[in-house]
């Protein structure tokens, strides 16, 4: 179809509530994602942080969902959870682990000693120093971690429009199927717009939950 | 309290603290006792030894030094008294009573904690760092805010203009500053220092040094303050024990006692060579006789000086600005008459120094500027007179006349010549005073 252009502009008006329905569901799906993953993450990366021993199995289990590939992990869950939302969420959560993890324990480490020991000999007690000193240090890198997460999770959810969600994905693979390269486009472009400005705006968010961090120094 | 700790051993020592501060100065202090207290590390505690069966008894009000060598013990025996570390063995009490009673917590909150590495959170702002322990007491915002504005001032710190800043903001010195404060936020009754000044350059740890000097004139708290420079104990401390490898305690005594009467061959050795010239860190300017300062006013004319001083008109003239800060010397043989003095016709002024600048550190000031004389300011910066070599050299030999038995009335200072004016005079080298005391010479007298 050489005279078919990249992107039918009237197909683009015409449609404009369905895209606009792809781009919530696409940022909704990541949202939960994100959301669930940094809950579940926080829990097991402060498990791992006071009990040391927990850190290995923790991180190993992490990385194990993690090199699942996507496609395969959603084949695999469809037997459990079926073609639902759940089923995406599950694997996307599961990716979002490793990274959230890693991220909130080099964190954590990350947090000079001088400045525990001073938060010690001040009598902070350590449920204090947790969250009033570790976890605000943390931040710059948590954010990282976050940013990193969101930004591979709207990747992802493209893919989930195999097992019938997908946001965007959907667009894309109808107009793979239908062999129209607007839709395809339109998703393709709006999922890396999408990421582009939800990372520009997670950059903005770190930087103002972290005034103290100035110039590089939060950001890693 | 316990029996062996409860009198205080070392009731014969001259405690300078005690007598230099002022009649009905409110404070808080608390006494310090180390009773038999041993620390093993390692998982069964059968590690090496790092502080073995210290004993000593610090009263209220006192600064007691512990220093010796690295890996002496020193901040092993510094955090065991707020419980960041346990002893194996013995038992330290805070006026009298047994810490390893009480809940740690608690207990640190009522301690100040100053280290080399400050610890400032990086997260928060001045004034949030040095209100933590406040807050964590629950006091309320505008008493916290009140408290912050006093003690940055305390400390030297503007309060508007460092309050909202981060401690990355800061200079090193600032920041230490800022950890003084921190300490003393809720007004403790005893501070630890460990190596407070360790990370600063010699020229602003002497002055923070010399700040905390005069803190603690006007606050009287007891300080365990942790050090391996011996310079640095003597003039901080009241008393200092020195410890030794294997966490020992080899001497406990006053800075004079430790200069004169080293109790074993070690502590003099650790001590120096040089200890006739450190007990010079044992005094401050203010003991000097100074000599006047001849002073110009920036615009004045030289016939005004002349006919001021009556004909006797010393060649060098100190400058002093409006406000009478000093700001050069100015060679007045040079100038007519008829001629106003200009801060142009200045060359940058001699070291100045303060009244409770030690000895030590103005000597080493004048010889590292090479000039004969350094002015004395008063608190406002203002000249009060000069401080000569001379005077110092002589109170030097008037000291060690005293340790050597002799009386020698000719070796008293007489009021020094300095007409000669404050310019360079000799040797480069002379500044090169021996420091930290390792040198092979044996000890004299
Ligand atoms: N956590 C620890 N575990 C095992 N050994 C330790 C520990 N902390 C200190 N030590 C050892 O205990 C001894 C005393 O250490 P400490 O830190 O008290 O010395 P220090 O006098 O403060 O030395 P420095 O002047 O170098 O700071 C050293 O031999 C040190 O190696
Ligand atoms: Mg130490």
Redesign the interface.
């Known amino acids: 179809m050489p005279s078919e252009p990249l992107i039918r502009w009237p197909w683009v008006t015409a449609h404009l509530d369905e895209i606009g329905a792809a781009l919530g569901q696409h940022l909704f799906l990541t949202v939960i994602a994100v959301a669930a993953g940094l809950a579940i993450s926080a829990a097991l990366a402060l498990l791992a942080h006071r009990y040391r021993r927990a850190e290995a199995p923790i991180t190993w289990l992490a990385g194990v969902v993690y090199t699942i590939p996507s496609l395969a992990l959603f084949v695999l869950l469809i037997p459990v959870t079926g073609l639902s939302t759940l089923t995406s969420e599950i694997g996307l959560v599961g990716y979002t682990l490793l990274i959230l993890i890693r991220n909130i324990l080099a964190g954590l480490d990350g947090v000079p000693r001088d400045v525990l020991e001073a938060a010690d000999a001040m009598g902070l007690t350590r449920r204090q120093r947790l969250f009033q000193v570790e976890l605000p240090l943390a931040l710059p890198i948590v954010m990282a971690g976050i940013r990193i997460a969101t930004v591979t999770t709207i990747g992802l959810v493209t893919v989930t429009a195999l097992i019938g969600q997908g946001g965007l994905g959907q667009l894309m693979l109808a107009g793979f199927i239908n062999l129209f390269p607007t839709e395809i486009y339109v998703g393709a472009l709006l999922s890396i717009a999408l990421a582009v400005v939800v990372d520009a705006g997670l950059l903005l968010l770190q930087r103002a939950l972290t005034p103290w961090a100035r110039g590089g120094g939060g950001r890693r | 309290m316990a029996r062996h700790v409860s009198e205080d051993p070392f009731r014969g020592l001259a405690l300078p603290t005690s007598a230099n501060r002022p009649a009905g100065a409110p404070h808080r202090a608390a006494t310090v006792a180390f009773d038999h207290v041993t620390k093993r590390y390692g998982r069964r505690d059968d590690g090496p030894t790092a502080v073995d069966d210290l004993s000593f008894f610090v009263p209220a009000g006192a600064t007691c030094v512990l220093v010796g060598p690295s890996g002496c013990g020193k901040t092993t025996s510094l955090k065991m008294v ?1 419980r ?1 570390i346990e002893p194996t063995q013995g038992r330290i009490l805070i006026d009298g009573q047994d810490i390893s009673t009480q809940d ?6 009522g ?1 100040g ?1 100053v ?1 080399q ?8 702002t001045i004034a949030e760092n040095v209100a ?2 406040p807050r ?1 007491l629950g006091w309320s915002a505008r008493r916290r805010r009140d408290r912050v504005e006093e003690l940055l001032r305390l400390v030297g710190l503007e309060p508007g203009q460092h309050m909202n800043r ?4 800061l200079s090193g010195g600032e920041r230490q500053r800022v950890g003084v404060a ?1 300490a003393l936020a809720a007004d403790p009754p005893l501070l ?1 220092m460990d190596e407070p000044f360790g990370a600063v350059d010699p020229i602003v740890r002497a002055r923070l040094q010399d700040e905390l000097l005069r803190l603690q004139r006007e606050l009287g708290k007891t300080i365990l303050f942790v050090t391996h420079d011996i310079d640095e104990a003597i003039k901080m401390g009241d008393l200092v024990a020195v410890m030794r490898q294997g966490g020992t305690l080899a001497q406990f005594a006053t800075p004079a006692e430790l200069l004169t009467q080293p109790a074993s061959d070690f502590v003099a050795r650790f001590v120096g060579a040089d200890r006739a010239l450190k007990r010079l860190t044992l005094r401050r300017v203010a003991e000097l006789p100074l000599e006047p300062a001849p002073i110009v006013g920036l615009g004045e004319s030289m016939g005004a000086v002349r006919a001021r001083s009556g004909g006797r008109t010393p060649r060098w003239l100190l400058l002093v600005d409006r406000q009478r800060l000093p700001v050069g010397w100015v060679d007045g043989s040079t100038l007519p008459d008829a001629a106003a003095v200009d801060a142009a016709a200045a060359i940058r002024p001699s070291p100045l120094l303060g009244r409770e600048t030690t000895l030590r550190d103005a000597l080493s000031l004048l010889l590292d500027a090479a000039v004969r004389a350094g002015i004395v300011v008063d608190e406002a910066g203002r000249p009060v007179g000069l401080a000569t070599i001379d005077a110092i050299t002589a109170l030097l030999h008037e000291q060690n006349d005293l340790t050597d038995g002799r009386d020698d009335p000719d070796a008293a200072p007489g009021p020094p010549d300095v007409t000669a004016g404050p310019t360079a005079s000799g040797s480069r080298d002379d500044g090169d005073a021996p420091r930290g005391g390792r040198s092979p010479r044996a000890p004299r007298g």
């Open positions: 707020n960041l740690p917590t608690r207990l640190r909150r301690i904690y280290i590495q400050v610890g400032l959170f990086p997260h928060q933590v322990v964590l981060y401690p990355a903001d921190r630890l």
